[in-house]
């Protein structure tokens, strides 16, 4: 079957997954999860994922997957022809897993503070407390990455990976929250200028404003929850 990938809105971090998708050229679907409804805590999206979060994957042999990290994992032999990713036992796959590793915490778990201070009704001195936390975690995860990225352009060297899809994801959360200032670090800064005009983020982009989105991957259309969760009775 065609996998589809079940992304949440508005701003998920399965932005990566589609970018990632997009990139590797695999034939794919998209289910639409609302993260501002009750649909994300559905019994029905908890037969998807029990943890009700997005991204998961309903991959080609039928299987769930959730976790950005398995779900780039997953789709990573895709690309290694193209240089997206690595043959595993190579100094790559090692380099490519290292930097997904930092983004899925050090980077996300920066913002962690912040989404939950503007989700949850707090007092104003919780709130700056949480906001004073996450900015000294993301201004420390930016600086680390800065010097990571050395002389880039991408952040393993001459050509985009898995990681700069996921990289953008979640950079961009910073324009939500209006912190960290990215510019006090040009490389990233350019990092994520570069990504922002390419093809395969102002789709995802366009998909989640529910715009006309051009797929210059394989995007096959989208699904509804319902069907999906025939399609995986089906596979059962
Ligand atoms: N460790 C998970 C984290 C997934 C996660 O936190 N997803 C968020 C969106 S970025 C979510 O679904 N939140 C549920 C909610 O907001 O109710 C991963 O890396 O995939």
């Known amino acids: 079957m065609t996998p589809i990938l079940f992304y949440g809105v508005p701003a998920g971090c399965s932005f990566g997954s589609i970018v990632a998708l997009e990139w590797l050229q695999i034939p794919y679907r998209l289910c639409r999860i609302d993260m501002l ?13 029990p943890v009700a979060e997005t991204p998961s994957l309903l991959t080609s042999d039928g299987r769930l997957l ?13 690309g290694v022809g193209s240089g997206l990713a690595f043959a595993q036992g190579t100094a790559g796959f090692d380099r490519l897993n290292q930097m997904l590793a930092f983004l899925n915490t050090a980077l996300f778990g920066g913002f962690s503070p912040l989404w939950y201070a503007y989700e949850h009704e707090l007092g104003d001195e919780a709130k700056a407390a949480l906001r004073d936390f996450g900015a000294i975690q993301l201004e420390k995860a930016h600086a680390d990455l800065a010097v990571m990225l050395g002389e880039g352009p991408f ?60 797929s210059t991957g394989a995007f096959l259309g989208q699904v509804s929850l319902d069907e999906a969760l025939g399609e995986l009775r089906q596979a059962a």
């Open 37 to 49: 409804s009750e649909e994300i805590r559905s019994e029905a999206y908890q037969r998807v994922n």
């Open 66 to 78: 959730s976790e950005s990290m398995a779900i780039l994992g997953h789709l990573a032999p895709h």
């Open 155 to 214: 952040l393993l060297g001459d050509k985009p990976t898995l990681a700069d899809a996921y990289f953008y994801g979640i950079a961009r959360w910073a324009d939500y929250h209006g912190l960290p200032d990215r510019s006090a670090w040009p490389g990233l800064q350019g990092l994520f200028e570069r990504l922002h005009d390419d093809p395969a983020v102002r789709f995802a982009h366009a998909l989640e404003d529910g715009e006309t989105a051009v």
